[in-house]
């Protein structure tokens, strides 16, 4: 579906972020100009995808600091946007941040049209989240799927389908983590609901990494 968000997140993975970066997404050139894929990147390569035309850039994670003054080791939505990054994860398992924090950068980020995917690890986090001014929600449950070998929609499919419910009755849009790996979790994960996809390992870490994140696209 051509609305189906794809976001593959790169972590923080040898072969695909630092000096592995440009060759990486190089090999993803046939995702240039393809708006519902979107490359989830370390700050450390924003100049690097500034310099890339056609692909859609979202940071791993940002900073609630408004603006530009003396937040020393901060890195802002304000200096993403100069390298065309439009938008964030936050919250993902692997960097679980405060509720404060995450108030803060979601009204900062709808003030700049800039997008948040704001993660979630359970039912009573998506419900909480969901009255946020923010687009998207990913729901990644149970911590021990992250980067595993099932999907969530396959090993959870009654708590998908429960997050979309919730994150419909306000408005939002429900993103599926965790195990996803093959073209059936992804049409599963649709099935139940869901508007797209976070994807790390599955892609990232494939023999081919294009063919990978193709298979998986429906």
Wanted: hydrophobic residues 40%; contains cysteine; glycine residues 8%.
């Amino acid at each position: 579906m051509a609305d189906t968000l794809y976001i593959v997140n790169l972590k923080h993975y040898r072969n695909a972020v630092g000096r592995s970066f440009r060759s990486f997404m190089e090999s993803m050139g046939r995702f240039r100009h393809v708006e519902n894929v979107v490359f989830a990147i370390p700050h450390v390569n924003f100049p690097d995808a500034h310099a890339m035309d056609g692909f859609r850039f979202f940071a791993q994670d940002i900073d609630p600091p408004s603006g530009f003054g003396a937040y020393t080791g901060s890195v802002s939505m304000d200096v993403a946007m100069e390298y065309g990054i439009s938008g964030t994860l936050l919250n993902h398992s692997e960097r679980r941040v405060s509720d404060e924090r995450i108030a803060s950068v979601v009204q900062r980020a709808a003030s700049l049209s800039f997008d948040v995917v704001l993660c979630a690890r359970d039912a009573e986090e998506v419900r909480r989240f969901s009255s946020l001014n923010c687009r998207y929600i990913a729901y990644e449950p149970p911590p021990e799927l992250i980067g595993g070998n099932i999907s969530v929609s396959t090993a959870r499919p009654e708590v998908i389908r429960q997050a979309v419910e919730i994150a419909r009755a306000s408005g939002k849009s429900l993103l599926v983590g965790a195990g996803i790996k093959s073209r059936g979790d992804v049409e599963k994960s649709i099935d139940l609901g869901a508007s797209g996809i976070l994807v790390a390992s599955g892609v990232v870490l494939a023999n081919s990494p294009p063919d990978a994140l193709s298979s998986l696209i429906v």
